[in-house]
């Protein structure tokens, strides 16, 4: 789901800037300089003007601070400010994006606009049959009027030349879950109610204007200064991203200057374990069927759009819940940070008591570059925990739930079983179908949000096939040997 | 039959250059048209000291020892065409 577009890279500038000024102790003073240097007066601006351009890195700025942009009071206000509260600590909400509105508004309101490609021609079967009397013909050109068209797209199936365009809103269309609208100024707005943190139209949005409101800066500050002890839970997705060995990548992450650093594939031992009986004991009490529950927006779909799904959702805690736990044993007193590729995980977190930060793929890797860490140099240290099952690495690629609970069910026990990849409005439609269905051929469901699964997260850095790879190659760094001792 | 490849394409995998844009960089090799497909060499090496957020460069690519800044796929292709088209001559 990384899709690279200038939006992207311009959001990972902004964070490796902010990153770099708070390393070198100028970020109060310099934070309000960023946009002025990124898009000095000589250049050729993106938007209408220079002006309009800075006011946008403003505000991604102030989203990547942890702020909603909704909530500014006044425009005046600099990031001076912002920045300060944000590195004292943030209060977040539960919600984690924001609409950058300044950048959004640029797409259209109304679907449908005729091209040139206009004949102006007698019969003018567009306008004859729009419903809504939406259509005019000026100087020998149709035209649609934005007050009345409704949208039907029966203009563009009429014209015999082709002539009336579709117009997406790219993420409108890429929400399965139909949460995010205009608002009566043009804006775009997400609905909280209703959507379920998958990431899609951040990544969709060719503007850049839905932005994550992060905790990179304020995690930061405190391990710089060492305000504070932390341990970082890495998920086996990240391992999956950089170009290094699964070694490098946790020394290298250690090398941030957390104190101490945990697969969150030890966590996926202890929920392959606790699912796959619980999975057996479900099937014997005569349910139909079980789903995994380790994708967060999976669960939130199932919370907010399709509540008679609930029963069947396996309540095993995921990896991330148990490598919590993990911490909090071996390290009472730290904060404990997930890393991850997932923005729903950051909802999930924030409902958990013992995770105190979430930081993604994208943050992980702009702290890498400003800190100028090179990840194939570092020299792996030894003393990183590595008692992980290669499966439960594997978890991070979809089908890797249902391949880790096959390999500790006991031989000769077969269970059917199958794969939801990526939450759309067609797999959407099989989910709810399934509490009502009488004849059930599948016993177990594993159902993942981003097609592809984790290392297709919305804020990673690899395209999927890159990570396919990687992520082979961070499974077989597991000697057999260790992994049988464990 | 196996040929020697003409060109080297080297890819800045430091972090830098891998987050603005250098990881697509590594699918290169399945974009490759027909012509070029036996006669280039694609490999990873550690930065160069090209990536500095004011000058931004990144991705940085090198071609026969040549600098190609803030690559893409598509950049790359066009430049290695244009070699090719050259030596043909
Ligand atoms: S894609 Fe959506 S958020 Fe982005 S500019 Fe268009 S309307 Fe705004
Ligand atoms: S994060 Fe997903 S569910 Fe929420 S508004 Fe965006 S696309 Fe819709
Ligand atoms: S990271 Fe590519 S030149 Fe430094």
Redesign the pocket.
């Known amino acids: 789901m990384t899709y690279y577009n200038n939006a992207v890279i311009t959001k990972r500038e902004l964070l490796v800037r902010l990153i770099k000024l708070l390393n070198n102790d100028t970020l109060l003073d310099e934070i309000d300089r960023i946009p002025l240097q990124m898009r000095p007066r000589t250049n050729s601006p993106i938007r209408c003007c220079v002006h309009k351009d800075r006011a946008v890195l403003k505000y991604k700025i102030m989203a990547l601070l942890g702020f909603n942009i909704a909530d500014e009071e006044d425009e005046l206000t600099p990031l001076r400010e912002y920045a300060e509260q944000a590195l004292k600590g943030y209060t977040q909400n539960g919600n984690f994006l924001t ?1 950058v509105d300044e ?5 259209v309101q109304v679907n449908y606009t005729v091209s040139n490609l206009c004949q102006g021609c007698e019969g003018r079967p567009c306008q004859v049959n729009c419903p809504k009397d939406a259509i005019m013909v000026i100087n020998g050109k149709a035209n649609i009027d934005h007050q009345k068209c409704v949208n039907c797209g029966i203009c563009q199936k009429a014209c015999p030349f082709h002539a009336i365009a579709y117009l997406p ?4 269309e890429s929400c399965p879950v139909k949460a ?1 609208r ?1 608002n009566a100024d043009g ?2 707005e997400i609905n909280f109610d209703k959507c379920i943190h998958c990431g899609k ?1 951040m990544t ?4 850049g ?2 932005s994550e409101k992060s905790q990179i800066l304020n995690l930061f500050y405190n391990i710089k200064h060492q305000k504070e002890k932390t341990v970082a839970m890495v998920a086996p997705a990240i391992l999956s991203q950089f170009k290094a060995s699964a070694k490098q990548i946790l020394s290298s992450i250690e090398s941030i200057g957390f104190d101490a650093v945990i697969e969150v594939a030890e966590g996926a031992n202890m929920t392959t374990d606790h699912e796959t009986s619980e999975l057996l004991e479900r099937l014997e009490e005569g349910a139909p069927f079980m789903t995994t529950s380790c994708c967060p927006s999976y669960v939130q779909f199932s919370e907010k759009h399709a509540p008679e799904l609930k029963p069947f959702i396996s309540h095993t805690p995921s990896p991330m819940a148990y490598t919590a736990q993990l911490a909090k044993e071996r390290y009472p007193e730290h904060k404990a940070v997930f890393i991850g590729p997932c923005l729903a995980k950051r909802s999930e977190a924030y409902q958990h008591p013992n995770i105190d930060y979430v930081i993604t793929t994208e943050e992980l890797g702009a702290l890498f570059a400003a800190l100028k860490i090179d990840l194939e140099t570092v020299s792996p240290n030894a003393g990183i925990s590595d008692n992980v099952r290669p499966e439960s690495r594997g978890y991070a690629a979809s089908g890797g739930v249902t391949n880790a609970i096959r390999s500790v069910l006991s031989a000769g026990l077969q269970i059917s079983t199958e794969l939801i990849d990526g939450i759309d409005k067609k797999s959407i439609r099989l989910l709810k179908a399934l509490p009502a269905k009488k004849q059930h051929t599948t016993a177990f469901y594993e159902v993942m949000a981003c097609d592809g699964g984790c290392i297709n997260g919305p804020v990673n850095v690899s395209p999927l096939k890159v990570s396919q790879t990687k992520l082979k190659n961070a499974i077989r760094e597991i000697e057999p040997a260790e992994a049988l001792n464990e | 039959m196996l040929t020697t490849p003409k060109y080297k394409v080297q890819i800045c995998c430091g972090t830098m250059c891998y987050i603005m844009g250098g990881a697509e960089l590594h699918l290169l090799i399945e974009a490759l048209p027909a012509q070029l497909k036996d006669k280039v060499s694609i490999e990873g090496i550690p930065c160069f000291g090209k990536c500095d957020t004011n000058e931004k460069l990144h991705p940085c690519v090198l071609i026969n020892g040549a600098e190609l800044n803030n690559a893409s796929t598509q950049k790359i292709i066009k430049q290695l065409l244009t070699l090719d088209n050259n030596d043909l001559l």
């Open positions: 609409v950048a959004c508004s640029s797409c809103v790219p993420c409108e995010i205009k804006i775009e139209c969709a949005c060719p503007f204007a839905i």
